[in-house]
Nanobody
Framework: QVQLVESGGGLVQAGGSLRLSCAAS????????MGWYRQAPGKQRDLVAL???????NYADSVKGRFTISADTAKNTVYLQMNSLKPEDTAVYYC???????????WGQGTLVTVSS
């Protein structure tokens, strides 16, 4: 099994920045995709950004140009740099790992990001 531990959430004013980190441990082999989803209270969990092992990144339209996903393969860690934060970015952010061929998806426990106006 893979264990994911997120960190870096907190309270920030609109226009500010935060950097989220997610460290993977345990059975880290055969990971194809890592990324971030978020879920606001009363709403569904939505994609924020994904990055493949080849370095290809995808972003939700709502964060494109403001957020950047990156990975440090040596540390088995994925990051989400969030700039120009808006109140609508307020949510619990979940780290995500996908092993495609093994049909495994793993979620972190989440870290809360609150953006004040």
């Amino acid at each position: 099994q893979v264990q994911l531990v997120e960190s870096g959430g907190g309270l920030v004013q609109a226009g500010g920045s935060l950097r989220l980190s997610c460290a993977a441990s345990g059975n880290i082999f055969s990971i194809d995709v890592m990324g971030w989803y978020r879920q606001a209270p009363g709403k569904q969990r939505d994609l924020v950004a994904l990055i493949t092992t080849s370095g290809t990144a995808n972003y939700a339209d709502s964060v494109k140009g403001r957020f950047t996903i990156s990975a440090d393969t040596a540390k088995n860690t994925v990051y989400l740099q969030m700039n120009s934060l808006k109140p609508e970015d307020t949510a619990v952010y979940y780290c995500y790992v996908h092993k495609v061929l093994r049909r495994v998806e793993v979620w972190g426990q989440g870290t809360l990001v609150t953006v004040s106006s």
